[in-house]
């Protein structure tokens, strides 16, 4: 049940785009994105529900493709402080405890 | 505001000891979850409460695990005869309510070492 995550690693310089995708085996009913950094809690970035919607924040969106059964982060023009880990969380069929992604590691260099 | 916090934030303890870990959620938040973290790795999900009840405890990893949270505020996750793969980073999260449109907050978790 544990989803994919791809890629595992990229590197970026400032001010670079970068794509994080999220692929599950099962349906899902809704995912959520997380970034962590080393030593640190995960900190919340948003949360996509069954219905194919787009969210975004500041330079950071995110789509939840409901027939594929997947998620993308999309983060542009990016900054030193989004390296970390980001990590996504699936709920599947409504089930409130969220199974997580191995990770994607971000590193933003100037 | 404050928000979710663990103690201790460091455990190193001998093989076959018992722990302790404690989670305080954010005031007000009546869904608290218990998550395992192994380097590299995603948060596994161990357990869930609702209110004071487990909700689902379909993650604990075998009897040695238990969880109370018996005021439906503060929560601890207890550990028996721990092992050396009981090493991890133990998180616990929050939420208002329970269900896929809440958002779940992080505590700081905490390091268990067991040598």
């Known amino acids: 049940q544990q989803p994919v995550q791809s890629p595992q690693a990229v590197i970026l310089r400032e001010g670079e785009d970068a794509v994080i995708n999220c692929s599950s085996s099962?349906?899902?009913?809704?995912v959520h994105w997380y970034r962590q950094k080393h030593g640190e809690a995960p900190v919340f970035l948003m949360i996509?529900?069954?219905?194919?919607e787009q969210k975004g924040h500041d330079k950071i969106s995110a789509s939840f493709n409901e027939k594929k059964q997947q998620s993308s982060l999309y983060l542009t023009a990016s900054q030193l402080s989004y390296s970390g880990t980001y990590f996504c969380g699936t709920e599947i069929d409504s089930g409130y405890a969220l199974n997580f992604g191995k990770g994607t590691s971000l590193l933003v260099t100037p | 505001g404050a928000g979710v916090s663990q103690t201790p934030s460091n455990k190193v303890t001998e093989k076959g000891k018992y722990v302790e870990l404690r989670c305080d959620p954010i005031s007000g938040h009546t869904a608290l979850y218990w998550y395992r973290q192994s380097l590299g790795q995603g948060p596994e999900f161990l357990i869930y409460f609702q209110g004071t009840g487990a909700a689902d405890d379909s993650g604990l990893p075998n009897d040695r695990f238990f969880a109370v949270r018996p005021e439906g505020s503060v929560s601890t996750l207890k550990i028996q005869r721990t092992e050396r793969g009981d090493s991890a980073v133990y998180l616990c999260a929050s939420s208002l309510l329970a269900g896929g449109k809440e958002t779940q907050y992080f505590g700081p978790g905490t390091r268990l070492l067991v040598l």
């Open positions: 099962k349906a899902l009913y809704s």
């Open positions: 996509l529900l069954k219905g194919g």
